[in-house]
């Protein structure tokens, strides 16, 4: 039998509050593409940190060839073959695509990473100018980016972590092709996901993660989702209890908005129509970074500049109007930070409340108002309680709390104001699957109730799972919304790339 | 006509003390440090400088010993910025707090003391020129160096390798750690390195510029040094433009003053201060501009691993 | 082989919030002790001078109240401002600006008057610190400038302003030409608490101060808002706080309390002005703040103590035959000690085993 390309024996590593880590194997064999599969949480990314020497093991030992081998750092990781495209990705904005790589690599000068970076991309199909600033880039394109700088390294062992999160489906083909190719070059990989379809279509090799263990070691292609699924989470997916959708008259109504962008970074905003209706669930598909951050400011008040009569609730013309005002009329959102931006990290749960909800607020005008410190204490602990969140109480301080939980807490929060419309962005990015699934049924359940609920999401397995109806967001631009029992995962596909025929806007527009 | 070669040549002196500190500063800040202890480091090191001057009699020792007074200063600021977290903002004001007071608290013995005469500093040939003679060419060699340097800042920040990774770890980081650089290591030597020119700047100031010690006798020199590098949109070149602007301004009332100009001294002591405060909104009213040039990570901390 | 290593908590240690300013103390101390030994004084001498001799008589104890009057006032100011991560560091100037605004009040003042002569003397000296600290926030506000540098900046303007009048319009023709303004009438001049000590009303200010400042940071929902801001600027954009609001409203109260201490000072202890007001006080409230942990208790425990400094520097200097600039090095120490020490707030020190796995 052949060596190994990378053998782990017993890892471990602890944090102090969790064990990432523990007694984890794991075996690789040259050319081999190797699946690392486990739900967020299961310790998938500590280990692949682990390998590429970002972080050192508290026990165990990695092999590479069958040479056991001590990597203390990134450079050393590479200079030993081993390449990794991260999930977030490493890149310096205001540099060119050159001298991103060029920081990447060992030696030689920036004429050179430039010609190099144009025979890789020209060899792998990955199309990229090296002389372009990253600011400018799709973030499809700086994958690519950080896929050549890995290539360039000449990898026996690629790691990529949750690579397919920000690309189309019809993209996601195009990154199989490059792997598959790579691999039947003699390089191994290993490929971090929770995807399960994704994993049965690529790899031949499983190692599935549940709560830093391994619980099963697998040939994917033998498997079903049903069964790779209870090795990830311990059980099959909990399913959603879906009543037909009854909608209502429009709760928010956006026409031809139109927003140049605020930063240098962003995206204009290109003639927006969107509509939300009582007792409907929407859902915004798109690669992240196609103007879903700009559209939801614009939509919840953060950004105010949007034109007279562009953003309406009911007979109400918000578009000038601050979040708070716009609160007041029953739209309540839940942002995509949970740390920093929905939540104070270092103030308690019973604090956070303070953002969003004036229930504990008595004489209204004098200073914004009095704080009641006991109800707003007893509002945090209903929340805590009701909603099932792990906390050790109404005054923990927000960071303390796993990201699941927290994000469990904000949705409460939101959830529990009764909201007229909500808008969730990414509702359960970086949660397990049962605070996920949680927090869908608690968005249905509002819909039910007669709320009209906007989500922005990535994950098109989401918005297939909980929305009616459903948008795609590319370039800045909206297309038409389509039925969710009319879309496909090839036409939205399709769509997220901004291919959307204008015919399809004219008979869409019932909705 | 001579008078104007004269405020030409203390426009050039007075805007390299401006110019060594926030070219310094401006090296702190590509790494995404913000020391505002800039002032204070200047004034420990413009007391080293001279009371080494008036005990070895070597001008070359003052400056080694500003410096190192700066560098030393810079090491216990990145000390605790780089390894123990702490807030650059409050930091930096702490060191300016500690430099002032201590700065004063060693001087007190030199507030009389006196330097040895120096030579006229002349490039041979060049200085006879007239007009432009005085004007350029009858400095101390440290204004023609800081020129050099800030040409070589320019290839070493924007031509090599080195300075490509020391801008990466004031833009990301996060990314330069995981692309394996010591961002930590590298933020602690651009901090060490902005010290000893801060240190440098204070020395120049104490032993040729004016020369002598007198309590905070850097009087916001080091504020508008960092100042300088929102002015310059963190490039070099025109740190050194800046510099030159602001030793000029700061000549100027002098020269007002001599010229006879009715307007009370007072006022035109504002003129620095009030010139900067200008020229910083002029700059700063477009957020864009700023922020397409601001290291992004300017003024964060940076802790791996958390 | 071991290494020191930092661990993020995931609460803040309570304990070491309260523990952290003392240990800085007694960091602080340790280096006065060898830096007092190695200017070969005795350190005990040094320690009975900064520490008891403040504190040793009622007349003693007034002085340190006079002293920490102002730099609480202040510092009170500047905890709104910081924990709204406003960084006003010009308070020195507001202080010079109330003084000269509370002077030119009190100059107009004729002996005839009745007491309530005293409140527009105070109002103005308000007002005059909420105008300087407003053109920081007006800068800040409408063109993005740094308030850091503009602030600064404009302590040395307040100080060519302050010298401009007193060497101009403003010098005592009776004055054998000193730089100074003529003595205030006495109906002008803030009552004192009792005789025989300089403790005036102001002190009432300060303590009253503080109460209002607490109910505003922990019970209101503006006060709210305001930290907000300063802990998580976006969380503050989420919850549709104005952050341009917050902005003007720490400047305006850190301008006004400053102006107010700068009243205080000139219509109080000074009663004229002259060169000599700006004491440094604006810049070591900054340290009062912080040592304080920029609440509003805590910061009347860091202003007394401060006081201590200057008192005993000023000892320092008569009985040592110290310079008095003894207390900005011990002010900085005091600051820097508080930084280093605050990490254990938020981190835990582990000695962690190198060397891998084994």
Known sequence: MATPRLELKGITKAFPAVVANSNVSLTVMPGEIHAVLGENGAGKSTLMKIIYGSQMPDAGQILLNGQVMQIRNPKEARANGIGMVFQHFNLFDTMTVAENVWLGLARASLEQVTASIVAKAAEYGLDTDPRRLVHTLSVGERQRVEIIRALLTRPELLILDEPTSVLTPQAVEKLFLVLRKLSSEGCSILYISHKLHEIRELCTACTVLRAGKVTGVCNPKEETNASLSRMMIGAEPPLLEHHECKAGAATMVVKNLSLERDDQFGVDLHEINLRVCAGEVVGIAGVSGNGQKELLYALSGEDTRAPHGSVCMGEADVSGRDPAERRCLGLHFVPEERLGRGAVPTLSLAQNLLLTRTESISMPRCAGGWIRVKELATHAERLIEHFHIKAGGPNSVARSLSGGNLQKYIVAREIDANPKLLIVSQPTWGVDVGAAAQIRGEILRLRDKGCAVLVVSEELDELFEICDRMYVIARGKLSPSIPIAEATVEKIGEWMSGLWSNSAASEAHHA | ?306 | MHKLKLEARSQPSQMWSYASPVLALVCTVVIGVILFSLLGKDPMKGLQVFFWEPIKSGYAVGELLVKATPLLIIALGLAVCFRSNVWNIGAEGQYILGAVGASGVALMASPSMGGWIVVPVLLAGVLAGMFWAGLTAFLRDRFNANEILVSLMLVYVAVQVLNFLVFGPWKDPLGYNFPQTKTFEAITRIPRLFAGSRVSIGIFFALIGVGVIWIFFFRTRSGFAQQVGGLAPAASRYAGFSSRRALWTALLISGGLAGLAGALEVAGPIGQLTPYVPAGYGFAAIIVAYVGRLHPVGMVFSAVLMSMFYIGGELAQSRLGLPKSLTGVFQGLLLFSLLACDMLVNYRLRWIALGGPK
């Open chain 2, 1 to 306: 006509m001579d008078s104007y070669a004269l405020l030409i040549a203390a426009t050039l002196n007075a805007g390299t003390v401006l110019a060594i500190a926030s070219l310094g500063l401006l090296i702190n800040e590509k790494a995404g440090i913000v020391n505002l202890g800039a002032e204070g480091m200047m004034l420990c090191a413009a007391i080293a400088g001279f009371a080494c001057v008036v005990h070895t009699g070597s001008d070359t020792m003052g400056f080694v010993a500003g410096a190192a007074t700066g560098a030393l200063m810079a090491a216990v600021f990145g000390g605790l910025v780089v390894w123990l977290n702490t807030n650059q903002y409050a930091t930096g004001l702490a060191l300016t707090l500690f430099g002032t007071g201590f700065s004063a608290f060693a001087g007190i013995n030199y507030v009389q003391a006196q330097i040895p005469e120096r030579p006229d500093f002349a490039i041979p040939y060049l200085s006879d020129i007239p007009l432009v003679g005085p004007a350029l060419f009858h400095q101390h060699p440290l204004v023609y160096l800081t020129v050099v340097f800030a040409l070589g800042l320019i290839w070493f920040l924007y031509r090599t390798r080195s300075g490509l990774i020391l801008r990466s770890v004031g833009e990301s980081p996060e990314s330069a750690h995981a692309l394996g650089y010591p961002v930590r290591w590298i933020r602690m030597g651009a901090i060490m390195v902005g010290g000893a020119l801060c240190g440098l700047a204070g020395a120049y100031l104490s032993i040729i510029y004016t020369p002598l010690w007198v309590e905070g006798m850097v009087a916001g020199k080091g504020w508008i040094a960092l100042a300088l590098t929102t002015f310059a949109t963190w490039r070099p070149a025109r740190v050194l433009l800046g510099a030159y602007l602001f030793g000029g301004v700061t000549m100027l009332q002098f020269h007002l003053q001599g010229v006879g100009v009715e307007v009370p001294s007072q006022v035109l002591s504002m003129l620095p201060y009030l010139a900067t405060i200008v020229v910083l909104a002029f700059i700063s009213r477009n957020p864009r501009w700023i922020r397409i040039n601001i290291p992004a990570a300017m003024g964060k901390p940076f802790y791996p691993g958390s």
